[in-house]
């Protein structure tokens, strides 16, 4: 495993689903919360209201319920834990 | 619009026959009945149709329509009225506009297919089918987007009786490809730009989702 997959791999941990609405619309993101901003990010979570984009990188967002397939797979592959 | 204001009969005439075809005659039975309505003042014989309708559920199939049920004043029987008329109008447009794309005409999708849209997303089938169309939308894989909007709009036909001529070819699916990954977005006003902020947030660990674990 080269250096690029290990580290994507011990990142898994930090990437978060976020699914709730934007203005009455259903939205997704998958965010790679920084290490040290995820306690701030779990009680931002609880609050009712999140700006993703404060807590990490956002790696893929879109509108609707679900993330489509493709999305979901590429996530997991590369940052599966290894 | 005629000038004497219709009797309590007849509009519960037009009433009853929207409620037992509506889907092939909503529009007209509805702009008249909102066509009576605005004709009408807040009189005895009003209030003693209005009580009728508020004892009448509408059930369109899911449709988010408020029911009738419970309505307390004409304002909330018109509203509702008004919402199945631009709904339908909405939809209507809807496949006209894919119709004239599949013909290489440009094809405007007006505010009211917006709401159409949103609207017909409670519908079961019809519900399935857009946000089939928009998943393949999103995908922006051209197999899978045409498989998908055949699928979607074979749903859409049989979910809604009016589209029927609009939705069946192959054809019609390729150009609605074409079509789909800016329109949807138009069509549901959402801007292409995601925004970061989300109400009513759920986070799952994306790599152990399986498991269920949220936060």
Same mark, same amino acid.
């Given at each position: ?6 580290? =994507? /791999? @011990?990142?898994?941990?930090?990437? *978060? ?29 609880? =609050? /009712? @209201?999140?700006?993703?984009?404060? *807590? ?27 | ?215």
């Amino acid at each position: 495993m080269g250096f690029t997959a290990k580290l =994507s /791999g @011990s990142l898994g941990n930090l990437v *978060y689903q976020v699914k709730g609405e934007y203005q009455g619309n259903a939205v997704w993101h998958y965010v790679l919360v920084d290490a040290r901003k995820l306690p701030l990010f779990n009680h931002s979570i609880r =609050s /009712g @209201s999140v700006d993703v984009a404060k *807590y990490g990188t956002v790696l893929y967002s879109g509108w609707g319920d679900e993330p489509p397939e493709n999305i979901v797979k590429t996530i997991h592959e590369q940052y599966k834990k290894s | 619009m005629t000038d004497t204001p219709p009797k309590t009969s007849e509009l519960a005439a037009i009433y009853k026959t929207h409620l037992k075809d509506p889907l092939a005659t909503t529009i007209s039975q509805s702009e008249k009945l909102l066509e009576a309505f605005a004709r009408l003042e807040e009189n005895e014989k009003t209030a003693k149709f209005v009580a009728m309708l508020s004892k009448i559920k509408v059930d369109r199939d899911g449709f988010k329509y408020k029911p009738f049920h419970g309505s307390k004043n004409l304002q909330d029987v018109k509203d509702v009225l008004q919402s199945v008329v631009n709904a339908e109008k909405g939809m209507q447009g809807l496949f006209e506009a894919a119709e004239k794309t599949a013909n290489g005409q440009t094809a405007e999708i007006t505010p009211d297919m917006s709401a159409a849209t949103l609207q017909f997303e409670t519908n079961a089938m019809l519900g399935t089918a857009l946000r089939a169309v928009h998943t393949a939308a999103t995908t922006q894989n051209p197999d899978h987007a045409l498989d998908e909007i055949l699928v979607s709009a074979e749903a859409a036909r049989t979910s809604f009786s009016g589209v029927q001529r609009a939705v069946v070819s192959a054809e019609l699916g390729q150009k609605l490809n074409e079509l789909i990954p800016e329109a949807m977005e138009e069509m549901r006003g959402l801007s292409k730009t995601i925004p970061t902020e989300v109400q009513n947030p759920v986070a799952t660990p994306a790599i152990e989702q399986q498991q269920g674990k949220s936060l």
